[in-house]
């Protein structure tokens, strides 16, 4: 059984250009949640993907934005990169949203760089 | 808000040996859940253990266990018989019941595990 997907893995970026990231969770799996991990501010979280709609959003301002795909793919996109938004970002999937029996599986991220 | 605290940044054990990673949180909610998270090299998140705030019964997994204290809002993890591929970052991540409808994890700042030979 194939894992989480994220793609790309590594990414460089200029200051003021935007990304997209993507996110292919298990098959079956219908919850996508992504986090932004950094040296200074750890682990946080950013969004919440259920059948297409986002359930919860974290304390990130509006240029960071996602949508839900009808096949549970997710996207990621930050508009207008700032130097901070250098980070390893976090997919994770899992069957159901917030339930404990269901363990959420994580990606090996992609690292973005904003230079 | 709800708050996770890890206060060991790095530890280092002897291959074999035992080591606990200690981990403190901050809750109003009664019941909740509990998670250590292994991030190796590679990156990639893996559950540990997860333990559930209204079983009072200690999770172990093989040579991982929790000391669950919930009066004290503490949460430690031991790993028995440390083996290099133990070497990781370890994260203790806290989420909140499924009725409150989010599936959002708040995490601690991490513990760097190093095993040594």
């Known amino acids: 059984k194939a894992g989480v997907t994220q793609t790309p893995r590594y990414l460089i970026k200029t200051r003021g250009q935007q990304v997209t990231l993507s996110c292919s969770p298990i098959?079956?799996?219908?919850?996508v949640s992504w986090y932004q991990q950094t040296p200074g501010q750890g682990l946080q979280f950013l969004f919440e993907?259920?059948?297409?709609?986002?359930?919860n959003k974290g304390n990130f301002p509006g240029r960071f934005s996602g949508r839900q795909f009808s096949n549970s793919r997710s996207e990621m996109n930050v508009s207008t990169l700032e130097l901070g938004d250098s980070a390893l970002y976090l997919c994770?999937?899992?069957?159901?949203?917030?339930?404990?029996?269901?363990?959420?599986?994580f990606g090996q991220g992609t690292r973005l760089t904003v230079v | 808000a709800q708050t996770v605290t890890q206060s060991q940044p790095e530890m280092s054990v002897q291959e074999a040996e035992t080591v606990t990673l200690s981990c403190t949180y901050d809750?109003?909610?009664?019941?909740?859940?509990l998670f250590w998270y292994k991030q190796p090299p590679s990156r990639q998140m893996i559950l540990v253990i997860r333990?559930?705030?209204?079983?009072?019964q200690n999770a172990t997994e093989n040579r991982f266990s929790v000391n669950f204290q919930k009066a004290a809002k503490s949460f430690s993890l031991k790993i028995s018989d440390s083996q290099l591929g133990d070497t990781a970052m370890y994260f203790c991540?806290?989420?909140?019941?499924?009725?409150?409808?989010?599936?959002?994890?708040?995490f601690g700042q991490g513990t760097t595990l190093q095993v040594k030979p």
């Open positions: 333990q559930e705030a209204y079983k009072q």
């Open positions: 994770a999937s899992s069957l159901k949203p917030g339930l404990m029996n269901t363990e959420a599986f």
């Open positions: 809750t109003s909610e009664n019941n909740y859940y």
């Open positions: 991540a806290f989420m909140k019941p499924p009725e409150l409808n989010t599936g959002k994890l708040i």
């Open positions: 993907y259920f059948s297409e709609t986002q359930r």
């Open positions: 098959s079956g799996h219908r919850s």
